[in-house]
Nanobody
Framework: QVLLVESGGGLVQAGGSLRLTCSAS????????MGWYRQAPGKQRELVAT????????YADSVKGRFTINRDSDKKNMVYLQMNSRKPEDTAVYYC????????????????????WGQGTQVTVSS
């Protein structure tokens, strides 16, 4: 079952802006930190930004001052990544991530998982 779904990817020119959205399954009732990672062709997946349930944020040095992560004020399991001043090196597949996931199953039982990943959304920045 896909628990996290990313949207908002696409093609943008250098210097432009884009906002990614991560929507969590309604079966998820609690997460700890949520965040975004990215993987460029031929490279390892790397952290972009994270936000805890308390609102504390952490950013990769490469995106500080350009990207902003925040959680929806009403839907705590929905996370956004606002990307400004895009650079060609930002081109990658962006993945949503959540850790310490607690969800309720159809039979009413609870399931705890250490983490969950989305399937990724492609972001391409043209120069």
């Amino acid at each position: 079952q896909v628990l996290l779904v990313e949207s908002g990817g696409g093609l943008v020119q250098a210097g432009g802006s884009l906002r990614l959205t991560c929507s969590a399954s309604e079966s998820i009732i609690r997460t700890d930190a949520m965040g975004w990672y990215r993987q460029a062709p031929g490279k390892q997946r790397e952290l972009v930004a994270t936000i805890t349930s308390g609102g504390s944020t952490n950013y990769a040095d490469s995106v500080k001052g350009r990207f902003t992560i925040n959680r929806d004020s009403d839907k705590k399991n929905m996370v956004y990544l606002q990307m400004n001043s895009r650079k060609p090196e930002d081109t990658a597949v962006y993945y949503c991530h959540a850790n310490q996931v607690l969800r309720i199953l159809q039979d009413g039982n609870y399931e705890a998982s250490a983490e969950a990943w989305g399937q990724g959304t492609q972001v391409t920045v043209s120069s």
